[in-house]
């Protein structure tokens, strides 16, 4: 009985590891993604500003 407890124990402190894991990789997956759009619009947005400077002059 000792040993399973010791088991369980050691698998759910593996199961807890893995779910940290997962969670801290998800997180960085949606910030990159949020912060690649940002970046995205803000270079779209200075191209649009760039043409429209040299349509002008």
Known sequence: MVNLIAFLNSFM???FVYFVFAA??????????????????KNSKDASEVSDDVVTQ
């Open 24 to 41: 801290c990789i998800i997180v960085a997956f949606f910030a990159g993604r949020f912060l690649r759009k940002k970046k995205d619009e």
């Open 13 to 15: 402190s593996y199961l």
